[in-house]
Structure formats: C-alpha cells, structure tokens
C-alpha cells in the first residue's frame, strides 16, 4: 500500500513539473521564491512553494518553502490552529492579523528546528 501512496506522490510530483515546463514559467516561479527554502535552504526551482503566512484568506504576504517544509507547517497549521482559520470570511482585522502573527511564529520555530537539525547532523 504505501508504494502505492509514493507512485502517486512521484506522478503527482512529475505533472506538476511537466505544467510547470509548458507554461514556461518555473523560472519566474524560481524568481519570486527567493531561489531558495528560508528554512532549510534547499535550492531546486522545482520544489519551491508560495507559503501564505497567515493564510490566503488573511494575508497577501508569502514566503518560499520548499514541498518538505511547505508540508511540515502546512500539518502544523491544521492541527494547533483555531477551528475556522482558512475560511473566506469576513474577519475582523485582528483576527487577521492575530492569524499572522501566529503564521510568523511558527515559521521561526519551523526555520529554528530546521537550522538545528543541520547543526546536529
């Protein structure tokens, strides 16, 4: 089952670069994303990702992670954040900004815990 779960992973993996290819624009994406992960500094154009830090829903400003950290504060959010976090409502601006300020917090742990585990390995 789970080499199941990995092929499609790989082949979720492979159609987003071949889309990424035909739009010709994964250097722009490269471009936009710092050229690098801020937390782990991992360097492949191809596995750059936009992280909302408060939420799209909250805020406009992004960070470029790689799909690995993109992940680990993505699960993160999903489990300790307050129920209704993403949704498109109309919150008030200091839930949006609380939601922010929170997104900020956990990617300076998530860039700490990576800068560790460098050190230690």
Known sequence: MADVEVSKKNNDY??????????????????????????????????????????????DVVVSLCRNCHGRISRKQMKSWPDGWSYKNNKPQVVKDALVLRGISDLLRLISDRSLERIIQ
């Open 14 to 59: 492979i159609k987003k670069v071949k889309l990424l290819i035909e739009e010709k624009n994964w250097c722009d994406v490269f471009e936009q994303s710092q050229g690098f992960c801020i937390a782990c500094h991992h360097d492949n154009p191809l596995d750059m990702e936009f992280h909302h830090i408060g939420a799209k829903s909250n805020s």
